[in-house]
C-alpha cells in the first residue's frame, strides 16, 4: 500500500549535470560532482531500459496482466490529454522493467524541533525539500551525514521517476515497473500526477507545486472512474481513499500539535528537557491514535470484510515506525494547499484550461503572496452567533 508522500522526484538530473562543469567526477555519492554522476549516470540506465509501449504489448513473453495494464495506461494517457488538458509528448508512452522495488530513494530532513525541511537547491529545479539518489546505499550515507549534523533524517523508496517534462525531446518518461501493478485508481491518478508538474512548476516552492499536482489528480482521478472504470474498480478506490483521507487527518492533527510545542520553544523559551517531554509526548498520542484507526480498518464486523488486510496497512506501519520531524513536513507539501487549488478549479467554472492559466499567474506572484492569494479562494468559516 502505497502513501500518497512517497511521490517526490529526482531532479532532471541529465539537464543539470550539463549546466556543471566536471559531471564525471568519481568523487563520493553526496559530494557536489559525486552527486550529479550518480544521477546522470542512473538516469541513463533507467531511459535506456525504456522501450515503446506498443512494443511491449506486442511481445509473446510478457504476461496477460502486464498487457492489459500497458493498455489501460495508454486509455489513461488519452483521457489525460482529451478530458485533462495534460500534455501530448513522449512522456509515459514507454515502459522500463527497473528489476528493483523503488526507481529512486529520497532523502528529506528537518531540524529535532521545527517542522521545516532542509533544502538542496540546483539549477533548473531550483531549491528543493528532498534529494533523489539511484541507489538506497547511497540515500542512506547522506542521511548519515545529515543525521551528524543534528538533524532527524528520513530515506524513503519512489517509484515514481520524473524529469519535469525537460526529457521528452529524449523519449519521455517512461512508467516503471515500480509501480505498474498498483489498483487502478492509483496508478492512474499516479499518471495524472506527475504529468501536472509539466503544465506548472514554480521554482523553489515544493508546496505550491506538489498541492497543485495533488489537485489536479485528485480531480482528474474522480472524473476517470466515473466514466472510464468498472464499479469493482471504483469501490477498490473508495475503499482505500477512505484509508489514506484518515491518515491524512491523523497526521494533519499530528502536525499541528508537534507545531503549537516548537513555537512554545520560541515564545516561552523552554529548556531543552522541557521541550523533548512535550514533543515526546506528542508522538506518544500519534502513536495511540494510529493503532486505534489500525484496528478499525483491520476490525470485521460478523457477515462483512475488513476495511484492510494486513498486506494494505503496511505502508502506513512503516511511515508511522519512522515519523518524525521530516517525515511530517514532507507529507505536508502534498495536501497543505489541495483544498484551495481545488477551489479555484470550482472558481474557474471546472474548466481545465482556464484553471492552468490562473494557476501560471499565481506563479508570477512572489512566494508569500503566492500561498496568501490561494488560501484566499478558501471559503471562510461561519461565525457563531
Known amino acids: 500500500m502505497r502513501l500518497p508522500i512517497l511521490r517526490l522526484r529526482p531532479l532532471p538530473a541529465l ?3 550539463l549546466t556543471l562543469a566536471g559531471c564525471a567526477s568519481t568523487t563520493g555519492p553526496t559530494s557536489a560532482l559525486g552527486y550529479y554522476w550518480q544521477s546522470v549516470r542512473g538516469h541513463m540506465q533507467l531511459m535506456h531500459a525504456a522501450e515503446p509501449i506498443d512494443r511491449w504489448i506486442a511481445r509473446p513473453d510478457i504476461s496477460p496482466a502486464l498487457r492489459e495494464r500497458l493498455q489501460l495506461a495508454q486509455r489513461a494517457r488519452a483521457f489525460a490529454v482529451a478530458e485533462l488538458g495534460l500534455p501530448d509528448n513522449a512522456s509515459y508512452r514507454r ?4 528489476k528493483r522495488p523503488a526507481a529512486v530513494w529520497n532523502v528529506v530532513a528537518a531540524p529535532p524541533y521545527a517542522l521545516t525541511l532542509h533544502t538542496w537547491c540546483f539549477p533548473v529545479t531550483g531549491c528543493i525539500g528532498y534529494r533523489g539518489y539511484f541507489t538506497e546505499a547511497d540515500a542512506q550515507a547522506e542521511a548519515a551525514e545529515l543525521a551528524a549534523q543534528g538533524l532527524e533524517v528520513e530515506v524513503y523508496g519512489v517509484p515514481a521517476y520524473s524529469t519535469l517534462g525537460y526529457m521528452n525531446w529524449a523519449g519521455g518518461d517512461p512508467l516503471l515497473s515500480t509501480f505498474i501493478a498498483w489498483p487502478e485508481g492509483d496508478f492512474v491518478r ?3 500526477h506527475e504529468l501536472a508538474h509539466q503544465v506548472v512548476y514554480a521554482k523553489d516552492d515544493t508546496l505550491f507545486n506538489e498541492s497543485f499536482a495533488t489537485a489536479v489528480e485528485r480531480i482528474g482521478i474522480a472524473q476517470w472512474l ?3 472504470s468498472t464499479p469493482e474498480a471504483r469501490a477498490a478506490f473508495a475503499t482505500s481513499e477512505a484509508r489514506r483521507s484518515a491518515f491524512r487527518a491523523l497526521t494533519r492533527a499530528t502536525r499541528a500539535r508537534l507545531a503549537a510545542v516548537y513555537e512554545q520553544k520560541e515564545a516561552l523559551a523552554l529548556d531543552g528537557k522541557a521541550l523533548a517531554a512535550m514533543k ?4 506518544q498520542q500519534f502513536y495511540a491514535d494510529y493503532a486505534m484507526l489500525r484496528a478499525q480498518w483491520l476490525a470485521a464486523p460478523a457477515g462483512t470484510a475488513p ?5 494494505q496497512v503496511a505502508g502506513y506501519d512503516r511511515w508511522v515506525a519512522k515519523a518524525n520531524n521530516a517525515s511530517f513536513a514532507a507529507q505536508a507539501a502534498y495536501d497543505e494547499l489541495v483544498p484551495a487549488f481545488e477551489a479555484l478549479f470550482e472558481r474557474e467554472g471546472r474548466d481545465w484550461p482556464r484553471f492552468y492559466d490562473a494557476v501560471r499567474q499565481l506563479t508570477l506572484q512572489p512566494l508569500p503572496q503566492r500561498h496568501d492569494t490561494l488560501r484566499a479562494q478558501l471559503p471562510t468559516p461561519n461565525k457563531a452567533p
Do not use: G, P, R
Not at 95 to 98: E, G, N, T
Not at 307 to 311: G, H, K, R, S, Y
Open 307 to 311: 476495511l484492510a488486510t494486513t498486506a
Open 190 to 192: 499516479l499518471l495524472f
Open 95 to 98: 515502459y522500463a522493467d527497473l
Open 280 to 283: 515526546t509526548e506528542a508522538m
Open 15 to 17: 539537464l543539470i549535470c
Open 226 to 228: 466515473s466514466t472510464q
